[in-house]
Structures are given as C-alpha cells and as structure tokens.
C-alpha cells in the first residue's frame, strides 16, 4: 500500500511538496580507508562519466560523512531514481559487466561495504537547490509516521520559518532498516549552503516556539538514532536532477 494512503487523514492540511508514488533512492554506505579518499572518488567518477554509468535515468550523488559517531561510515552513494523499474533496468545492465568487474576492484581495494538501503521522499520543504553542499542528517525511528510528518509541516509552515534558507526532506527507509546505529525507519534530511548558514539559522530556531512545539511532537513520536553531517562532493545526472526528484 503507498505511504500516503497513511497519510491521508491529514492530506488535506498539508501544503507543502508531496513526492511522487514511485520515486526511489538507493544508498550504498562505504568505510574508505584513511588517505585513499581520492582513489574512492575517481573510481565512482570514472564509471559516472563510462557508457554504462549514464546509461539511466538517475542523479548519483557521492558524499562523505563527519561527525558519525561509532557508524564507520566515511563515503556514501546516492542514487535517486525516478523508479525501482528504472533502478532494476539499469542493475540488469551493470551487473556482470565488465564495467561493474572494474569498478569493484577499484573500490575494493580502498573501501569496505558498510551497509545499503532502500528510501522513498515523503516530503520535502523550501527550495531545492543544488547551490547546498551541507547536509544536517537526523536518523530515526519513528512510531507515528502521520504525527511527524504533520509535525513537521506545521513547524515549516509557521512565521517563524519563513525565512529558512535550505531544503528540509522528511524521508521513509523502504529496506534496510537495520543500521549500523541501530533500527532507523525515517530520516530527516537538511540541506544548507555551509556550516555557517547552518549555524546561524539553527541559532535562531531554537529559540522559535514553533521549534518548541516540533520538539513535542517528536518527542511522544519518534527517538533519534544517530545524527551526522554529509558533504555533497559530487553529482551526476543521467538524465535526471534533483530537482526532477522533488
């Protein structure tokens, strides 16, 4: 059954950006080995930029991660596809290839697999913009996926978000729950220019009542896994944005 027949109750109040049915990302978690970062990127660069590699519908983010805590997790792939129809077409090429033998040998050699997951956008607040580069990643489990996601809305939607300078996306993990953290079910992803903007910006909301009223609701609803800091390093679209992802 799709996430927003959960939602439905509060379909109504909810004015901001609801994502599309079927719209899937795939995320591969990887531990790279101290000064081998640079080898991890040229080794996903060079299948982004092969025949195979934008042979899809797809935006591919790599990123890396700080402030992890006990999760090794230092590089992340991310590949947001407009379907799994269109991530199952793609895999059918790739595996077995002679593209795909050469990438895992170079990645093998300077990473180990961390751990992979499935998630789907449920919603998204203010204006997607490649322009951000920082990324404030709450993980958590959450127990009323209904009271969250209004909780949220009605947060972003007050006076006292009016001037939010990032993207917020409220995200379900479909696959994959069981995290080196512990069980996540959603993630609550922010994006912002840099640290700084991020800085500022949570300075002010804290001391918002809007932010004291989210705090309530999450709460009674949801616990914090883990919380983490990822940098955008690179993207390629394969036909495909992020923007056409929202």
Do not use: C
């Not at 799994?84 to 050469?102: I, M, R, V």
């Not at 961390?114 to 990324?135: C, H, I, L, R």
């Not at 939010?164 to 953290?181: H, K, M, T, Y």
């Amino acid at each position: 059954m799709k996430y927003f027949l959960i939602l439905a109750a509060a379909s109504l109040l909810l004015t901001s950006v609801i994502s599309k049915a079927s719209e899937t990302a795939i995320v591969y978690e990887w531990a790279v080995k101290p000064g081998e970062a640079n080898s991890y990127a040229q080794a996903v660069d060079r299948l982004q930029k092969s025949k195979i590699g934008g042979d899809r519908t797809a935006q591919l983010q790599l990123q890396s991660i700080s402030f992890d805590g006990a999760n090794p997790t230092t590089h992340r792939v991310v590949v947001l596809y407009p379907s799994l129809a269109e991530s199952e077409k793609w895999n059918a090429k790739f595996n077995g290839s002679k593209e795909q033998a050469a990438f895992m040998n170079s990645i093998n050699k300077v990473a180990t697999s961390v751990s992979q997951y499935m998630a789907k956008p449920v919603m998204s607040w203010g204006e997607v913009s490649n322009s951000d580069t920082v990324f404030d990643l709450v993980r958590i489990e959450v127990t009323n996926p209904q009271a969250i996601a209004s909780g949220l809305d009605t947060m972003m939607n007050s006076a006292d978000a009016k001037e939010f300078p990032g993207q917020i996306w409220l995200v379900e993990i479909r696959r994959g729950q069981a995290s080196p953290d512990g069980r996540v079910t959603h993630e609550i992803v922010v994006g912002y220019e840099s640290l700084s903007e991020m800085e500022t910006w949570l300075d002010y909301m804290y001391q918002t009542q809007a932010w004291a009223n989210w705090l309530e609701t999450a709460s009674q609803h949801m616990t914090v896994v883990n919380r983490s800091i990822f940098n955008m390093l690179a993207t390629y679209n394969h036909n495909y944005s992020l923007e056409d992802f929202d």
